[in-house]
Every structure is written in C-alpha cells, then in structure tokens.
C-alpha cells in the first residue's frame, strides 16, 4: 500500500469483523438439566451476540443494552459464535439447545435468516428451543427450521419460546411496555404447531405496579389462561435488572420484587406443571423472604421444576418461619396505587 502513497487505517470496528470470520465467543454458555415433557435431560444453554431486541421498550429488561455489531454483520458474527461453540463442547452429551438473544432469533432485522439456519444446522438432531417475540412467527419460516433441525432422532425438533409475560393486555401494556397482545401470542402459538413446533410460553410474577396479591391473582389466571396453548409454561419471579425503569422504582422504594411464599403457593396449585428458576431468589433485587427461610424455598422450586415432584414444595410451603405471617399481612392489607409495605 505505501509503494501507492496511501496510508491504510483498520479501525476498531473493521478488526472486529475480521475476527468474526475466525471464532467469537458468546455472551454467555452453560451446561445443565432441564425438564422436557416427561424426561430430565441434559441441556446447553447459548447466549448469543446479535445486532439487538428491535423493540427494547420493556420496563425490566436491561438486554436493550445488548447491542453488537450491525445487521450487515449479523450472520458472520453468529456462525463466528457457532464456531466458537462446536469447538468448545465437542463430544459433549446433551439433548435439549436453549438459544437466547437480546431479542428475537426469528427478527430477520436481528438475526438474518442464514444465521438463524445457521443455527439449525450446528444443532441438528436436538431439541432447539428459539426466544422470540411472537410476530415474527410464521408457520413457513418454522417449518424450514424445523425441517432442517429434523434428522429423525427427536419428536419435535423445535419449541418456540415466547416472552408472554401475562395473558392480561392491560397488565402487559401499562406494567411492562412489551408492545403486543395475548391475540398475538395466540396467533403466534397456532402457526408454531401447524408447522409441527412446540411452544414455550415464560410468564413473569409481579410486574410494575402491581401489589403481592394482584401479582399472585394475575399469574394464577395466566398460567390457566396459556396451558391450553403452550407445551411447556414457565413462570419467571420478576428480578430487578440494572439499568432498568424497574430499578428506578426499586431504588426509590417504589417496587418490592415478589415473595417466595407467593412463587410456591402459584406452583402448589398450578395445573399443569409450571417450571420457575428464581434467578436471584433470597437478594434484594430477587424474590425473597427474610433471608432465614430464602434458601430452602428456593432450592424447593428448583428441585420442583426438575422432578415435578410436589413434595418438596409442600414441605417448604410448612416451613415454621415468622416472614409467613408478614408475607399473609401484605397480600390482605397492601392497597393499589401505594408504595410497597415491606422491602
């Protein structure tokens, strides 16, 4: 280049794209076990780096800030993160792929769709599990998915997860922003299974400005509300997620994140089995109780969502602990409209 008298600068940006043609390690991996259907298996978890949530409006999330790279790069970008996957869990045993972004792999602005059959192809012969908002469901684009996930070995190669949160409009506009209705998670969820996937419905426990007991009442009613139109139904207890407009009102003592109490009753009497990880479960910022009673309870839901054994619940739910008498006063006296009794 200098024999032509130009100096050449390769920016940041333009080294970034060079090393998505080699590998690019995700977010975030991780092995475990999850429940399908009836079965207890093992599962890896992949966290990917996209462009971002096109939408990014949602009162407690704090993915809005996930943001890599452009759509122009996006695919190169994901199949360097594939890369990088294929290459560090190599002869590693599991069935079930749980594969998560800031927003939506079925969003063509976030995930183009090479990248998202890109996807397809690394995990061919397992069970996939895709996070998306439900108006990029369509039942042709699912069933090229699934044709290529499909090599004969699993029943139903793909479940289609979606952030419903509640099967209440009102809630899901005013409390969490999500910017869509239950007649479109609905819609979503019927092109899903005409095109032979499974879906996955994730609730949230206590949005914005709702009191213990409306929170309670309202993820009740959505978990009867959704099993007839989800395969699998799991309820995330609220976290309060930094950067967020939740954390505002948290900081302000202006939210209380959910009670474990209220988390193991909904699951006692849910029909059908609901699964719960209660991510920060005994924090602050997570659901809790006193502190003395949180590590039981939680070790409960957990074991519960694993086994579908309702033993352990029942026998945490007995716990001697006086935060039970508390948790009681706050779902009979804390009013609509006011600040949170307890913190």
């Not at 290459?87 to 800031?102: I, L, P, Q, T, W």
């Not at 910017?179 to 998670?185: E, K, L, P, T």
């Not at 009740?220 to 009102?249: F, G």
């Not at 003592?253 to 719960?276: F, G, Q």
Request: with cysteine.
């Amino acid at each position: 280049m200098a024999g032509h008298g130009r100096n050449i600068s390769i920016t940041p940006g333009r080294i970034k794209r060079f090393t998505f043609m080699r590998e690019e390690k995700p977010l975030a991996t991780w092995t475990g076990t999850d429940r399908l259907g009836d079965r207890v298996v093992p599962t890896l978890t992949v966290i990917i780096k996209t462009p971002g949530c096109s939408w990014r409006r949602c009162r407690m999330c704090s993915y809005s800030h996930e943001q890599h790279g452009r759509i122009e790069d996006a695919e190169a970008l994901v199949r360097a993160q594939l890369a990088w996957v294929r290459r560090e869990y190599a002869g590693r045993d599991f069935e079930f792929v749980k594969v998560f972004s800031s927003g939506s792999l079925f969003d063509p602005n976030e995930v183009p769709p090479a990248a998202l059959d890109a996807i397809a192809e690394t995990f061919r012969g397992k069970t996939l599990l895709a996070e998306t908002r439900p108006e990029f469901v369509g039942r042709e684009r699912v069933e090229e998915v699934c044709a290529i996930l499909d090599d004969g070995t699993v029943d139903r190669p793909l479940y289609i997860a979606v952030g419903l949160e509640t099967t209440n409009d009102r809630v899901r506009d005013k409390s969490i922003d999500k910017g869509f209705s239950y007649a479109v998670f609905l819609h979503a969820a019927r092109e899903a299974h005409a095109a032979g996937a499974g879906v996955k419905a994730y609730l949230l426990h206590k949005p914005l400005f709702l009191t213990e007991a409306e929170a309670l009442g309202d993820m009740q009613r959505s978990i009867a509300d959704v099993a007839p139109h989800a395969d699998l139904v799991s309820m995330n207890p609220c976290t309060v997620q930094r950067r967020t407009e939740l954390e505002r009102y948290w900081q302000r003592r202006a939210y209380r994140p959910p009670y474990l109490w209220s988390v193991v009753k909904i699951l006692l009497e849910a029909e059908p089995h609901v699964t719960a990880d209660p991510l920060g479960g005994g924090r602050h910022r997570g659901p809790h109780n006193c502190g003395e009673c949180d590590h039981e309870l939680v070790d409960a839901i957990r074991d519960y969502s694993l086994t579908a054994d309702r033993s352990r619940l029942v026998e945490a739910f007995a716990l001697p602990c006086d935060c039970k008498r508390e948790w009681e006063f706050v779902l009979e006296n804390e009013r609509p409209y006011s600040m949170p009794l307890t913190r």
